[in-house]
C-alpha cells in the first residue's frame, strides 16, 4: 500500500476532544506509535485545552489552513464537517489521510482497510490521488466504523464454509454519539430514577430502560441512515469475495460496547470448532470450554472481537447464532492505528 510524501514523523488528530480522537491517542500511546510529535486539533472553541500526548503536557490547537504543515500522517476522528472542510488541505499538505469518520468512503474519495482481514480479503486497489505537479498526492484511506469491522470479520470467516445467509442484529452504544450520546443517558436514567423529566436532545425519544428501533423525529441521523450506512459500506468492503450479511440495528441503552447476534444457515452446518478456528484466525476472540460470554463490561478496553462459544439452532438444521461484543472506540482506533503501522512498514521497505 502507497504512503505519503516526506519524512516528516508528526501525526495529526483531527477532532482530538471527540472520544474517537481521545481513544485513538491513547492507542497510539500505548503501542508506542513511532511518531516525534502528536498534534491535537479541533474545533476553534476547544484550542487551548489543556491535555498531553506521549505523557508530555499539550494544548488542543485550533483547525486552520497551516494546521497540517509537516503533517505525515493524519488522523479525522471528529465530525463529519471537519472532515469535509480539511481532509484536501491535509493531503496538499503532502500527509497521508486516515479517515475514521466515514465521510470519505461515503463519496468515494478513500480506499477501507481492514488489516486483519488483509490474509483472507486482500486490500483493495487504493484510489488514485489527485495529480500535483506531475506526481500523484498521498492516497486516503479510511477505518471503517466497528460495526462494518465486525461485519467483515464475521463474513470473511464464515466464507469458505458457503453459507446460505448471514444476518447480524446489532446493539449500539449511545457512544458512538460521542460525549452527547453518553450525557444525554446518564441524565436520563439519574432522571427517571427520581421522577423527574428527561433530555430528549441528542436521540428525541427515551434511550435509557428502553430499546429503539428508530429514534424520534428530531434526531439526525437517523437509526434507519446508520444502518444504511453500515450495510453500503460493509458491502463495497466485501465487494462479492464474501456473502453480504443481512444487518439490522437495535439502539440498546449501554454507554459502550458494541454487542451483536449473528445468524448463519449452511446446507450442512460445520462442526463449531471449525467455525471457531476460522473465526480465530481472523484474529477474534472465541470463548474456550467453561468460559463465560463477553459482555460489554468485559471487553472494556479490549483491541479485538470477543465471541461466545457458537451454538446450534435448536429448530433450523445447519443454522448456528454467535454472541459477540466488542469495545466500539477500541476496536476502530485500533484498527486505524494498525493502518498506520502498515503504511509506515511499508515506507521503511521501501526505503
Known amino acids: 500500500m502507497p504512503t505519503g510524501q516526506g519524512t516528516s514523523s508528526r501525526v495529526a488528530i483531527v477532532g482530538a476532544s471527540s472520544l474517537r480522537g481521545k481513544e485513538l491517542k491513547i492507542v497510539l500511546e500505548e503501542r508506542d506509535f513511532q511518531a516525534s510529535e502528536i498534534v491535537l486539533l479541533d474545533e476553534t472553541i476547544l484550542a487551548g485545552t489543556l491535555t498531553e500526548a506521549a505523557g508530555e503536557p499539550t494544548f488542543i490547537r485550533a483547525l486552520d489552513e497551516d494546521s497540517f504543515e509537516g503533517i505525515r500522517l493524519a488522523f479525522f476522528a471528529g465530525i463529519t464537517a471537519d472532515t469535509e472542510a480539511n481532509w484536501a488541505a491535509a493531503q496538499r499538505a503532502g500527509a497521508t489521510v486516515i479517515d475514521l469518520t466515514g465521510t470519505l468512503a461515503a463519496t468515494g474519495r478513500a480506499t477501507t482497510w481492514i488489516p486483519s482481514l488483509s490474509q483472507t480479503l486482500p486490500p483493495l486497489p487504493p484510489r488514485a490521488g489527485l ?5 500523484s498526492e498521498p492516497a486516503i484511506y479510511s477505518s471503517p466504523a466497528s460495526p462494518v469491522i465486525i461485519a467483515c470479520t464475521v463474513a470473511a470467516g464464515l466464507a469458505r464454509f458457503s453459507p446460505a445467509r448471514v444476518v447480524l442484529l446489532f446493539f449500539p452504544p449511545v457512544s458512538e454519539r460521542d460525549q452527547p450520546g453518553v450525557d444525554e443517558l446518564e441524565a436520563q436514567t439519574t432522571n427517571l430514577l427520581s421522577f423527574r423529566p428527561t433530555e430528549q436532545i441528542v436521540f ?3 434511550v435509557a430502560f428502553n430499546l429503539l428501533s428508530a429514534y424520534g423525529e428530531s434526531s439526525k441521523p437517523r437509526l434507519e441512515d446508520t444502518r444504511a450506512a453500515i450495510a453500503r459500506d460493509v458491502a463495497q468492503f466485501l465487494a462479492s469475495r464474501a ?6 440495528l437495535v439502539q440498546a441503552p449501554v454507554f459502550y460496547g ?33 468460559d463465560p460470554a463477553p459482555t460489554n463490561i468485559s471487553v472494556a478496553g479490549e483491541s479485538d472481537i470477543q465471541l461466545a462459544q457458537i451454538k446450534r439452532d435448536p429448530n433450523v438444521a445447519g443454522a448456528v447464532w454467535l454472541w459477540g461484543v466488542a469495545d466500539n472506540l477500541r ?3 485500533t484498527n486505524a492505528v494498525r493502518i498506520a503501522e502498515e503504511l509506515t512498514a511499508s515506507a521503511k521497505s521501501a526505503s
Request: glycine share 10%.
Open 131 to 135: 495529480v500535483k505537479n506531475g506526481s
Open 204 to 206: 428525541d425519544v427515551q
Open 243 to 248: 456473502p453480504v450479511p443481512a444487518i439490522q
Open 258 to 290: 458494541y454487542a451483536f447476534a449473528a445468524y448463519a444457515e449452511f446446507a450442512y452446518a460445520p462442526a463449531s470448532g471449525q467455525l471457531e478456528s476460522a473465526l480465530a484466525n481472523l484474529g477474534v476472540k472465541v470463548a474456550g470450554d467453561g
Open 331 to 333: 476496536l476502530a482506533a
